[in-house]
C-alpha cells in the first residue's frame, strides 16, 4: 500500500468518466497522488465509480468491487469507497452483501467523501483529464425527465438539469487553452439541453457559441433523443466546419407496437421522417444508433420490422444490446419479461451480424478516398487514429501506415488502402 495515493477506477459511460475526472482533481488538490484505472491498485485510497445502468454493467461492478477484497483484507490497499449508480440505488443491499467496503456513496456525494476523509470540498477545483490530452468529454447535463420503459437512468440522476450556457462555455475555453482540439458533449438527453433553464431547446445556440472557442477542432454530439428534437442543430452542424457530421442518436426500435410499450413518444413515421430530414441537411452525415432486442411484447413481426428498418437505412454505427428487467422500472413493474434469453441472444446476434456487413460494405467504399484524420496514438506497427465519423473507443480506427512520421494529438490527411469492417488502412499524405 502506498501512502498518500489514491486510485479512482470507473466503470461505464464517459459521464461517469467525468465524474471521475472532478474527483481526480479534488484529491490532488488536497495533495494526494492520483492515479486512474492502474494495473494495480496500490492506493491507500481506492474508489470505485460504478455504472448500474443494465444488468450486465451492475455485475462488472459487482465483479470489481469483489476483485479488491482480497487487496482489502491482506492490507495492500488501505480504505476502499464505492461510489456511483450502483450504490445510489442499491446502497442498503450492498451494505449487507459487501461488507468489506468502507463506505458507499450515491453518484452525487463528493463532498460527504471528501468530509468523511477530513478533506476540503472545492467548487474550483476543475479535472484531471485521463483521455488523451488532444480530446475530452464535456457533459451539458445532468438527469433525464423521459418516461422510457426500460430505463433506469431517471432512478439514478433524477430529473433532467442544464448547466448554464456561459459554464459549459468557460469549461470549453479552459480545455481548450490546455490543448484539447475535440470536445465530445455528453448527456443523458443531449437534445433536452437548455428546456428546464431557457424554456426552449438551446442546443444549436450551445454549439454555435462552443465552434467559435479557438483550438476546437472538432465537436462532437453524442446521446441525442428521437422526440423533439431540435431541428435547428442541422443548421449549425451543416454550417460549421469544425461540427463533426457526426450524430448518436439512440432509436431502441422501429415497431410502433414496440415504441408504445416503450414508451417512447415517438413513432415509426416520426423516425423515418427525422432520419430523412437529418441526411438531407447534412449530406455525408454518420448516425450512430443503438436498439434493443427483446423488450417484453416484441414479437417475430416486431424483430422482422426492426431488421427490414436497419436494412434499409444502413446505419453507418449501429450497436444492440438485449433487453433486461431492471428494478424499479415501468417495464419491470408492468410487463412480464416474456421473451426468453436464449430468443434475446439469438436476436441480438442476428441484427449485429447484419450490421457487420453493412458496416463492411460502407468501409470498403471508403477505399482511395481521403479523410483529414485524428492521431490518437502511436504503436508498433501503426499511428491509430480516427476521422470526424469516428468516436473514441466505440467506432472504427484508421490505422495509418509509418512511412511519414505524424504526430499524436495532430491531424493529418489520410488516402485509404483498405478496409475491413471496423477498420480502415491507409497511408499519410500529409500532416497538420
Known amino acids: 500500500m502506498r501512502k498518500n495515493r489514491v486510485d479512482i477506477i470507473t466503470l461505464g459511460c464517459s459521464k461517469n468518466l467525468i465524474d471521475s475526472e472532478r474527483l481526480l482533481s479534488q484529491f490532488r488538490l488536497n495533495g494526494y497522488t492520483v492515479a486512474h484505472d ?9 474508489v470505485v465509480n460504478t455504472c448500474a445502468f443494465i444488468g450486465d454493467a ?9 476483485s479488491l477484497e482480497d487487496a482489502r483484507k491482506k492490507g495492500r490497499i488501505g480504505r476502499l469507497c464505492v461510489m456511483g449508480c450502483l450504490p445510489e440505488r442499491f446502497r442498503a443491499e450492498l451494505q ?21 476523509l477530513g478533506k476540503p470540498y472545492r467548487d474550483d477545483a476543475g479535472r484531471v483529464l485521463t483521455t488523451p490530452p488532444h480530446y475530452a468529454y464535456l457533459k451539458i447535463s445532468e438527469g433525464c425527465d423521459r418516461t422510457c420503459s426500460y430505463c433506469s437512468i431517471p432512478l439514478i440522476t433524477g430529473r433532467h438539469r442544464s448547466r448554464p450556457q456561459e459554464e459549459i462555455l468557460s469549461e470549453a475555453r479552459q480545455l481548450a487553452a490546455q490543448g484539447v482540439r475535440e470536445l ?14 431557457y424554456r426552449e431547446p438551446a442546443l444549436p445556440a450551445l454549439v454555435e457559441s462552443l465552434s467559435d472557442i479557438p483550438g476546437i477542432d472538432w465537436i462532437r454530439l453524442h446521446y441525442a433523443y428521437p422526440a423533439q428534437f431540435p431541428y435547428g442543430l442541422l443548421r449549425v452542424m451543416h454550417e460549421r466546419a469544425n461540427v463533426c457530421r457526426y450524430l448518436d442518436i439512440a432509436l431502441q426500435h422501429i415497431s410502433d ?3 408504445r410499450k416503450m414508451r417512447r413518444n415517438v413513432t415509426r413515421t416520426d423516425t423515418c421522417r427525422l432520419i430523412e430530414r437529418i441526411r438531407r441537411e447534412v449530406p455525408g452525415i454518420h448516425l450512430r444508433t443503438t436498439l434493443m432486442v427483446g423488450h417484453p411484447g416484441e414479437t417475430e413481426r416486431d424483430f422482422e420490422e ?12 449501429l450497436g444492440a444490446f438485449a433487453y433486461s ?59 491509430i487514429g480516427r476521422t470526424e465519423f469516428d468516436s473514441p473507443e466505440i467506432d472504427p480506427e484508421v490505422l495509418v501506415s509509418k512511412e511519414r512520421k505524424l504526430r499524436v494529438g495532430h491531424f493529418c490527411t489520410v488516402q485509404i488502402e483498405s478496409a475491413e ?11 497538420a
Open 421 to 431: 469492417a471496423f477498420e480502415l488502412y491507409g497511408k499519410a499524405l500529409h500532416s
Open 58 to 66: 451492475q455485475e462488472e461492478s459487482i465483479r470489481m468491487i469483489l
Open 96 to 116: 449487507q452483501e459487501l461488507p468489506f467496503v468502507d463506505k458507499f456513496y450515491g453518484k452525487f456525494n463528493w463532498t460527504e467523501l471528501m468530509r468523511d
Open 306 to 317: 426492426l431488421i427490414r428498418f436497419v436494412k434499409d437505412v444502413r446505419f453507418e454505427r
Open 325 to 383: 428487467h431492471e428494478a424499479g422500472t415501468y417495464a419491470q413493474e408492468h410487463y412480464p419479461d416474456d421473451v426468453p434469453d436464449d430468443l434475446k441472444r439469438e436476436r441480438l446476434d442476428c441484427l449485429m451480424r447484419l450490421q457487420e456487413r453493412i458496416s463492411g460494405e460502407q468501409q470498403e467504399a471508403k477505399i482511395g478516398r481521403t479523410f483529414q484524420t485524428l492521431i490518437d496514438r502511436e504503436e508498433e506497427d501503426f499511428y
Open 38 to 46: 492502474p494495473e494495480k491498485v496500490s492506493g491507500e485510497i481506492v
Open 184 to 197: 465530445q458533449l455528453v448527456a443523458q438527453d443531449l437534445t433536452g439541453y437548455g428546456r428546464d433553464l
Open 257 to 259: 407496437p414496440v415504441l
